[in-house]
């Protein structure tokens, strides 16, 4: 069995009538994924006293070791994660995907794993776009996935603190309907919402695309507990501590190789009563880059805040004459607020002196509820972008206000010269959508045609945009994580002694080493 | 040589006949310091080839192991050490102190110093009220202080970017006035201000009475330098990242353990065109709790944001009827505003409604200025409050706003029950100076006369509090430390694995242990 495209299956992608135009421009031609039947799916060599010894945490209900639920696991959705299962490579599947009910069982299945020498990948939404679910099996005997899909509880709520402790499995959209329904809003709302789970969001550092008003994931957590195979950790006893390192800045951003983390305590927000998302136009990159520069440092802050280049803008134009505003060119800058009425308008119409004075012409909410209402449609574009024989793929990086021009130029280059180099030109795309007081996220979105070997076509690109990142001296990632495909690149950036650093607590919270090897460290 | 009483000579601290005249009410004798001369210095043991490898990294002037250098490098500024140091007692003072330069000598001291096992404490400001700077010197041949105030550069300003990078050794009122040169402000003013340093603010995770408008010291930090024995550590490619855990939040509030900060890259904030600074009564702690809560929930945010409770509003105030804005009782909030006229002022009126609303009675700038006049005068009155035979200490805590009162009540309640069963009945104070979303610090004052033997009678009373702390399961300090004081409580606190992971941490960078042994971990 194949695995399903990305998201509701309900409102299936295709391609707009522009976007189809536009790959024909481009001389592609249709490449079809092999047929569900024709994956090649390895045995499951998962041992047998190993497997015994899950289903006696677990249960045998718990432990599934089927075609469909393999597949299923079977890494992430990045570019070359769709590429080889379309071509059929289901070599990274798990032996058995196992699904613990609560901490206890967690931890048990660790240590249990741990004293049967199998690998195991801890499992969210299993959203990762940097190859995050992908182990490296040499040296054990076996790799499972640890689903934490049944951990799927709102487990309090504390009004007052305006915390609110959720399981891992709880899925971002869920979080947002349980949190909805006692008046609350959790506010993270990444482009991968609608699979991503909340598990997934602490290990990988998330951020959403309101993270202007409601933060970044590692932002609103204040408490969390890991089930590592030697034990428990449980920390955060107050918002802000000066008891040590913060140590929940360790476990953030770990990516499932410390330890398996089973609930997070996080700050929530009363539910909105007010929302409106406007559109401006800037000149140039340049002109719009200021503009929320300014915003983000002398405020006031809209609760989402992104710019597009010239090319995205471009593109996400439905009207081909590409005029924004009735002018040609410009890039489109999304302002959303949300809030109680007064201050939320209080702050937008605040917020607009601030782009006017920038140069800004503002558009009406007409853009800005377009985007609101398409802002989770971008993935249902891959699968038939892939099947029509394109080539796409994103990536994202985050500097210094000062070197968000060097950067933008150094990858926007790097990627343009090295598809252009193997006979397929791109077309390179840019958005900032997250923004603080001293610098931004960029990030590209790259489409060109599928050469023979997509995934070495892409390999080539992707390499000359991480040395483009580290000559810039930006870093690998704002928000997709490390995963196995910027391990190299991540180690230079943190240096050889910060390695090391996380190796030895690797050692000492998994001394087998069996959690997500070959991610991160 | 006695080491010189708190801040600047040239302002020295007196008590105001109000708390002299309660500290007879209390029946308390003076008490005096012994005579410099008369201090105990131990002999100073650093071998001669140990001393003559780092003098070959500083030079000769820069390794000094004089009375007068040891003594001033001997503890810091806590209540025991105080009386340690009133008694006599310089036991803990290293055998040099040595100075290096540069980053390169600091690296250079630590490799030389690890070759031959002498322990080494770092030394910024020398402000450590938790025991931060009295290394545990058993096994070691020898313990010198590392004082890094020839660090004391203001490296470079990022004016777009809004980004300051600061050696360690910059004290934090040379920061302030070398970046008002600039027309930039840090925005840091703890109550040890005039004599912490930069380095210093990073390695205990200082925070400031302004972090309401520009956060905690590890808020400011986006980038850092370490020196470790092992090589040097450089992190912050971004102000905020997914690549793997945010190391910088391992290095903040290590405590000169894993490695000694040689400069951070901080934010810095226009400095202000407009302040003021305003007084606020309230009927409780309670409602004032309330109030502030409200404000850092749902906005705006002053600058300063505090609250006193009815003992400390009581004590502060110089009229001795005790009324607040013409009633008795109450509890005083203080809320200041800074940043350009327009802006602070629409966010005073707004906060001012919302005060309003929760039951605040406005009492004009009167008390908001004074306040801001007296802020860092605090300290000044410890040593002629020991001089009375007062004993004064003060500990703070936080945690999150549900459990605000049963932690303040807890926490009174032990260092009442604990003091006044030593036949010395304290006055304790609490306010709230430091706010969050989902939760506050609580810092409390106790003041009581001294018994005979003043280390045993608060050491009792301390551990008394910390058991408080622990078992409201707030955290142990929230901006001054661990030190060794609170190194117990904090290893309960975080638990055994996570305190495994640190010293591992610690074994890697720093494998002899040669970095403040004793401290933290």
């Given at each position: 069995?194949?695995?399903?495209?990305?998201?509701?299956?309900?409102?299936?992608?295709?391609?707009?009538?522009?976007?189809?135009?536009?790959?024909?421009?481009?001389?592609?031609?249709?490449?079809?994924?092999?047929?569900?039947?024709?994956?090649?799916?390895?045995?499951?060599?998962?041992?047998?006293?190993?497997?015994?010894?899950?289903?006696?945490?677990?249960?045998?209900?718990?432990?599934?070791?089927?075609?469909?639920?393999?597949?299923?696991?079977?890494?992430?959705?990045s570019t070359?994660?769709?590429?080889?299962?379309?071509?059929?490579?289901?070599?990274?599947?798990?032996?058995?995907?196992?699904?613990?009910?609560?901490?206890?069982?967690?931890?048990?299945?660790?240590?249990?794993?741990?004293?049967?020498?199998?690998?195991?990948?801890?499992?969210?939404?299993?959203?990762?776009v940097v190859?995050?679910?992908?182990?490296?099996?040499?040296?054990?005997?076996?790799?499972?996935?640890?689903?934490?899909?049944?951990?799927?509880?709102?487990?309090?709520?504390?009004?007052?603190?305006?915390?609110?402790?959720?399981?891992?499995?709880?899925?971002?959209?869920?979080?947002?309907?349980?949190?909805?329904?006692?008046?609350?809003?959790?506010?993270?709302?990444?482009q991968?919402?609608?699979?991503?789970?909340?598990?997934?969001?602490?290990?990988?550092?998330?951020?959403?695309?309101?993270?202007?008003?409601?933060?970044?994931?590692?932002?609103?957590?204040?408490?969390?507990?890991?089930?590592?195979?030697?034990?428990?950790?449980?920390?955060?006893?107050?918002?802000?501590?000066?008891?040590?390192?913060?140590?929940?800045?360790?476990?953030?951003?770990?990516?499932?190789?410390?330890?398996?983390?089973?609930?997070?305590?996080?700050?929530?927000?009363?539910?909105?009563?007010?929302?409106?998302?406007?559109?401006?136009?800037?000149?140039?990159f340049?002109?719009?880059a200021?503009?929320?520069?300014?915003?983000?440092?002398?405020?006031?802050?809209?609760?989402?805040?992104r710019l597009s280049d010239e090319a995205e803008t471009?593109v996400n134009?439905?009207?081909?004459?590409?005029?924004?505003?009735?002018?040609?060119?410009?890039c489109?800058?999304?302002?959303?607020?949300?809030?109680?009425?007064?201050?939320?308008?209080?702050?937008?119409?605040?917020?607009?002196?601030?782009?006017?004075?920038?140069?800004?012409?503002?558009?009406?909410?007409?853009?800005?509820?377009?985007?609101?209402?398409?802002?989770?449609?971008g993935?249902?574009?891959r699968?038939?972008?892939?099947?029509?024989?394109?080539l796409v793929e994103t990536l994202e990086t985050a500097t210094?206000?000062?070197?968000v021009p060097a950067l933008k130029a150094a990858v926007t280059t790097a990627l343009t010269e090295a598809l252009?180099?193997?006979?397929?030109?791109p077309v390179v795309l840019c958005h900032i959508s997250h923004?603080?007081?001293?610098?931004a996220s960029l990030y590209f979105t790259v489409i060109c045609?599928?050469?023979?070997?997509?995934?070495?076509?892409w390999?080539?690109a992707k390499e000359s945009a991480n040395a483009a990142i580290?000559?810039t001296?930006a870093t690998i990632t704002h928000h997709h994580?490390?995963?196995?495909d910027h391990?190299?690149?991540?180690?230079?950036?943190?240096?050889?002694?910060?390695?090391?650093?996380?190796?030895?607590?690797?050692?000492?919270?998994?001394?087998?080493?069996?959690?997500?090897?070959?991610?991160?460290?």
């Amino acid at each position: 069995m194949q695995r399903p495209r990305w998201g509701n299956p309900e409102t299936p992608g295709s391609l707009p009538a522009i976007a189809a135009a536009a790959l024909t421009q481009l001389g592609v031609r249709p490449r079809a994924a092999v047929a569900p039947e024709d994956v090649s799916l390895p045995d499951s060599v998962l041992p047998a006293a190993a497997k015994a010894a899950i289903v006696g945490v677990v249960g045998a209900d718990n432990v599934v070791a089927d075609r469909h639920a393999r597949v299923q696991h079977t890494r992430g959705y990045s570019t070359p994660d769709l590429l080889k299962l379309r071509a059929g490579d289901a070599s990274d599947a798990p032996d058995a995907v196992v699904y613990p009910g609560d901490h206890a069982e967690v931890a048990d299945v660790l240590r249990v794993a741990a004293e049967h020498d199998v690998a195991v990948v801890p499992f969210a939404g299993g959203t990762s776009v940097v190859g995050g679910l992908a182990a490296a099996r040499d040296g054990f005997a076996g790799v499972i996935a640890l689903d934490v899909r049944r951990l799927d509880q709102l487990v309090a709520v504390d009004e007052v603190s305006r915390t609110a402790t959720l399981q891992a499995g709880v899925r971002g959209i869920q979080a947002e309907e349980l949190l909805r329904a006692k008046g609350f809003t959790l506010g993270q709302f990444p482009q991968s919402y609608e699979g991503a789970s909340i598990g997934g969001y602490a290990a990988a550092r998330s951020a959403g695309q309101s993270s202007a008003g409601y933060g970044r994931f590692d932002e609103m957590v204040v408490g969390l507990v890991l089930a590592t195979p030697t034990g428990t950790i449980e920390l955060g006893t107050a918002p802000r501590s000066a008891a040590g390192p913060d140590l929940r800045q360790l476990v953030l951003g770990s990516e499932g190789t410390l330890g398996v983390i089973t609930s997070v305590t996080v700050k929530i927000h009363p539910a909105p009563a007010h929302r409106v998302f406007e559109g401006w136009r800037f000149e140039s990159f340049d002109a719009g880059a200021t503009a929320l520069r300014r915003l983000v440092q002398d405020g006031p802050l809209p609760t989402v805040l992104r710019l597009s280049d010239e090319a995205e803008t471009a593109v996400n134009l439905a009207d081909p004459s590409g005029k924004l505003g009735g002018s040609p060119g410009g890039c489109l800058v999304i302002a959303g607020y949300e809030g109680e009425l007064d201050e939320a308008e209080a702050r937008r119409a605040a917020a607009a002196r601030s782009l006017t004075v920038a140069g800004g012409t503002a558009l009406g909410t007409t853009p800005g509820e377009a985007w609101r209402e398409g802002r989770f449609r971008g993935p249902y574009l891959r699968d038939p972008l892939l099947d029509a024989g394109g080539l796409v793929e994103t990536l994202e990086t985050a500097t210094f206000w000062s070197n968000v021009p060097a950067l933008k130029a150094a990858v926007t280059t790097a990627l343009t010269e090295a598809l252009a180099g193997q006979g397929t030109p791109p077309v390179v795309l840019c958005h900032i959508s997250h923004v603080y007081p001293t610098g931004a996220s960029l990030y590209f979105t790259v489409i060109c045609a599928q050469a023979d070997d997509p995934l070495a076509q892409w390999a080539k690109a992707k390499e000359s945009a991480n040395a483009a990142i580290r000559a810039t001296g930006a870093t690998i990632t704002h928000h997709h994580g490390i995963g196995t495909d910027h391990r190299a690149t991540y180690h230079e950036e943190i240096g050889p002694l910060a390695v090391a650093a996380l190796r030895a607590v690797k050692q000492t919270w998994d001394p087998k080493g069996i959690l997500n090897p070959g991610v991160l460290v």
